[in-house]
């Protein structure tokens, strides 16, 4: 998880970036939040335990201000696996900012009152998320007891649950991953959009972790001499070397077990784009020049996927 936490973070501190998560996913895409009012928070706090300081960081947070008023701190944590206590580390986030304000005499706004703590927890994992989003899901609360207990419920979005409306509601970069993961939900082929991107190098690299595959970078390298990338520059580059390298093995070999060689690599590369959600079984097929049933029979995928 710890180059994943680096992708993600790099990408999402940009403020553009990170006024347009915020926006789509809590203000359904109305620009409440401007990329200028934000400022770099602390992402550190420290908490102690039989008198040993431990230290715990947030993913990334910035102070949402408005001329000189907080207005509130905002968080993103990521997800790539499940966690069933993630509520409990939340609240520990959330709380550990709730206390630095106390502690700072600039923590009041001129109200005379604090700013409040607002945390996004963004699960970007393959695994079904099985468990409960609120505090008392990590407690074993007897029910007497449970009208006593407060209850913290989570910002918690699924990339796994998200869809193709969901994409109009982002601006940034950010909306070429959410249309990938809407479009793969949805059991159809993804098609790259041709607009510039303004952090390439950071969605490149944000691909490259989370399908564990160098071609993403290779193929910023590659395209970074450009006046401007977009995703349908990085993806046809991606798929035009995916797809060479399986023909360059038959070429090399020259022989009918050197084709036949060369065929099971491109069909594997294929059946792998499939699976991502990036290409159809139809699209796939037509790519090595089968039929769709061949294509299936020799990827072991069904018409479906």
Request: glycine share 6%; charged share 30%; hydrophobic share 35%.
């Amino acid at each position: 998880m710890a180059e994943k936490d680096t992708s993600t973070k790099t990408l999402e501190s940009f403020p553009d970036v990170f006024a347009d998560i915020v926006n789509g996913f809590l203000f359904n895409g109305e620009q409440v939040l401007l990329p200028e009012e934000l400022v770099p928070a602390d992402t550190y706090s420290q908490y102690k335990v039989d008198k040993d300081i431990h230290i715990q960081e947030r993913d990334v947070s910035k102070i949402w201000r408005n001329s000189s008023i907080n207005i509130a701190l905002i968080g993103i944590e990521n997800q790539a696996a499940p966690d069933r206590f993630m509520p409990m580390r939340v609240i520990s986030y959330d709380g550990a900012s709730y206390r630095n304000q106390l502690r700072k005499s600039d923590g009041k706004n001129k109200t005379g009152l604090h700013y409040p703590v607002i945390t996004l927890v963004l699960y970007f994992g393959s695994q079904k998320w099985n468990y409960a989003t609120d505090l008392h899901s990590c407690l074993d609360i007897p029910e007497k007891l449970k009208p006593f207990v407060s209850n913290y419920q989570m910002n918690f979005f699924d990339m796994s649950k998200l869809v193709g409306a969901d994409t109009d509601k982002f601006r940034s970069d950010f909306k070429n991953i959410v249309d990938f993961y809407a479009t793969a939900n949805a059991g159809k082929e993804y098609i790259p959009s041709d607009t510039s991107l303004a952090h390439s190098q950071e969605v490149a690299d944000f691909f490259r972790v989370f399908h564990g595959d160098e071609t993403f970078a290779t193929a910023y390298n590659e395209l970074r001499r450009k006046e401007s990338v977009s995703m349908s520059d990085l993806l046809k580059y991606y798929f035009g070397d995916k797809l060479e390298a399986g023909k360059a093995e038959a070429r090399a070999e020259g022989k009918a077990e050197g084709l036949a060689k060369g065929e099971k690599k491109t069909v594997e590369i294929l059946a792998g784009l499939v699976r991502d959600g990036i290409l159809s079984v139809s699209e796939a097929a037509k790519r090595i020049g089968m039929s769709v049933d061949e294509f299936c029979k020799k990827s072991k995928l069904t018409p479906e996927n």
